[in-house]
């Protein structure tokens, strides 16, 4: 058997770290005996620029074909803000339903962090972000707009099968992490007292349950914030809606490199997922052979874990942490190596 994986480089610097991903996957490939073949879809900010169209509808019914799409970043310069985010990565999302936001906040050795006498044993967790609801669902709209009576929403929508098939991802995935077994709702219990009193019942109940052996805790997602920098050790795994896992997994990326480092599976279960470094298309550093290739080689990772390659997932995340080792940052410019040197050296490292 073969895998098929659609690989979508994107915008801005995508292309590249996509390629060091890639040349990861073909030394990893070759050593488990893996067959895979890929194929390249060229959608981006370029192709709208060309087009008018950010994704042809037929996109999401060719993706499903596949068994993984590999994602840059998706972001341009000349496209206003929210045209391709909108229409191309929210699009596919959406579409082929990929109700999990996976994110690791894991800090390797030799790498900085900015939370002082916090290193490796203490940062160490996983974010389970719902994907497919809450603020992001486009419920709302305007009224009058542009006129001093103005009027906008923005609803948050929270389902109790979409809360409900999140939470059980999150269960299942704390007690196949087994570490500490605690699995943390992030939320706004005070504030929010609809969406999150839904949240925390399900959460309960769901956990009474079905994971016994699972430890409940709850947290406000302020405190939430305070308690990364603070005491990110007292974290294991964490479950929490859209827009608050948006928010919190750019401050995880800090406190484990940077966006250098961090990456993300945008997961259906039962579907085609989608892997990513979570940080954007930087369109300023395109093609000059500096940006770090580490995010999206460890989506590269994730992607190998999702489609049940443990061992190659294994040798990658390896293969990354020797590589750490020989760099001073995880900052663009700053790795002591270039893009493509990065990439070379993670995969003579598999
Ligand atoms: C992310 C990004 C996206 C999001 C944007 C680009 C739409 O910030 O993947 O975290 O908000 O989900
Ligand atoms: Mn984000």
Not at 39 to 44: C, E, I, P, R, V
Not at 129 to 148: I, M
Not at 223 to 252: H, Q, R, S, Y
Not at 335 to 344: F, K, L, N, R
Request: proline share 5%; net charge neutral; with cysteine.
């Amino acid at each position: 058997m073969s895998y098929k994986i659609a690989v979508i480089g994107g915008d801005g610097t995508g292309p590249e770290v996509v390629a060091e991903g890639l040349k990861v996957l073909e030394a990893v490939a070759r050593k488990h005996k893996i067959k895979y073949e890929t194929t390249n879809f060229d959608f981006g900010g370029e192709r709208y620029k060309r087009t008018g169209e950010a994704l042809p509808a037929s996109a999401p019914d060719e993706l499903r074909k596949f068994d993984a799409i590999y994602l840059g970043a998706i972001g341009h310069p000349d496209v206003k803000p929210g045209i391709l985010e909108h229409g191309i990565l929210l699009k596919l999302r959406f579409a082929l339903d990929q109700y999990i936001n996976l994110r690791p906040v894991k800090l390797y050795p030799n790498v900085w962090t900015p939370i002082k006498d916090k290193g490796p044993e203490q940062i160490d967790f996983v974010v389970v972000r719902e994907n497919t609801e809450g603020l992001y669902a486009g419920s709302g709209g305007s009224l009058r707009k542009g006129t001093p009576d103005e009027i906008a929403t923005q609803v948050s929508v929270n389902t109790r099968m979409g809360v409900e098939r999140c939470l059980r991802y999150a269960f299942e995935y704390c007690q196949k992490r087994n570490k500490r077994k605690q699995l943390t709702l992030v939320g706004k219990t005070n504030v929010l007292t609809y969406a999150f009193d839904l949240w925390e019942r399900a959460f309960h109940e769901i956990g009474a349950r079905n994971y016994p052996d699972i430890k409940r805790e709850y947290a406000h997602v302020d405190a939430t914030c305070m308690w990364f920098v603070k005491n990110p050790e007292w974290f294991d795994v964490i479950v929490t809606d859209n827009i608050f896992g948006d928010i919190i997994t750019d401050l995880g990326a800090m406190i484990q490199g940077g966006m250098g480092i961090a990456a993300g599976g945008n997961i259906n279960p039962k579907g085609v997922s989608m892997f990513e470094p979570i940080g954007g298309s930087a369109p300023k550093y395109t093609g000059k052979n500096v940006i770090n290739p580490l995010a999206a080689i460890g989506a590269m990772q994730m992607m190998l874990e999702t489609l049940g390659e443990d061992k190659a997932a294994a040798d990658v995340e390896n293969a990354i942490i020797r590589t750490v080792s020989k760099m001073p940052s995880m900052s663009a410019g700053k790795m002591g190596m270039s893009t493509t040197e990065v990439g070379d050296t993670v995969a003579k490292n598999v």
